[in-house]
């Protein structure tokens, strides 16, 4: 198993672009969410899923779009990039509990994608 | 507001110390704390505590919670340069399928040799 997978590992842009962030895992996890990191911030949820077809926003989801077409891919938009957006992002997924039917907190992240915006 | 707050925010040791890392936290409908590591990459998995008094351990590091008192120490014992990383405490919310975290600042290893 590759696990979660990101790409690209560093993007540059320019403020106004639009760019489209990847992840996979091949896990058949259900959950899936973004996060950005930024110094001394910890990580922040940005936006996340509970399965296909399935999204919802997270503490900080303004200027990205997501959305879940199958289990395994999990893309992240920039809709106008802006300074602010610099930042390092990673993908985590993880799996169900069935007989609790409960997500796992256990998450499992990407190796993140660094982001610069001028 | 939830909130998982963490301290020190940096701490820098000799290998061979000893140190302990604090995580407490606000928030309503607790399930679970979890400790990752972070090395200039991805964070990786240390441990996931959701009962009072029960010490996990994996090698040097241990770690336990408090419901009582909402908080969670990390221990890592005789340090070595390798332990230098980022720890970051993660709190679980019950009451829901969405498996979401909460995530606090992180506190910065230094281990020198």
């Known amino acids: 198993n590759a696990g979660v997978t990101q790409t690209p590992k560093f993007q540059v842009l320019k403020t106004g672009q639009s760019m489209t962030l990847q992840c996979a895992q091949d896990m058949n996890h259900e959950y899936m969410s973004w996060y950005r990191q930024d110094p001394g911030m910890g990580l922040r949820l940005i936006h996340y899923s509970v399965g296909a077809g399935i999204t919802d926003q997270g503490e900080v989801p303004n200027g990205y779009n997501v959305s879940r077409s199958t289990t395994e891919d999990f893309p992240l938009r920039l809709l106008s990039a802006a300074p602010s957006q610099t930042s390092v992002y990673f993908c985590a997924s993880s799996y169900s509990l069935p007989t609790q039917g409960l997500v796992t907190d256990t998450q499992y992240f990407g190796p993140g994608t660094r982001l610069t915006v001028l | 507001e939830d909130k998982v707050v963490q301290s020190p925010l940096s701490l820098v040791v000799h290998e061979g110390d000893t140190v302990t890392l604090n995580c407490s936290y606000e928030v309503t409908n607790f399930r679970s704390l979890l400790w990752y590591k972070q090395e200039k990459k991805a964070p990786t998995f240390l441990f996931m505590l959701?009962?009072?008094?029960i010490e996990k351990k994996s090698g040097r590091l241990s770690s336990i919670l408090d419901k009582k008192e909402l908080f969670s120490i990390l221990n890592i014992t005789a340090t070595q340069t390798g332990d230098s990383a980022i720890y970051l405490c993660a709190v679980g919310h019950r009451g829901s399928t969405l498996g979401r975290l909460y995530f606090g600042r992180g506190t910065q290893l230094t281990v020198w040799p």
């Open positions: 959701t009962s009072s008094g």
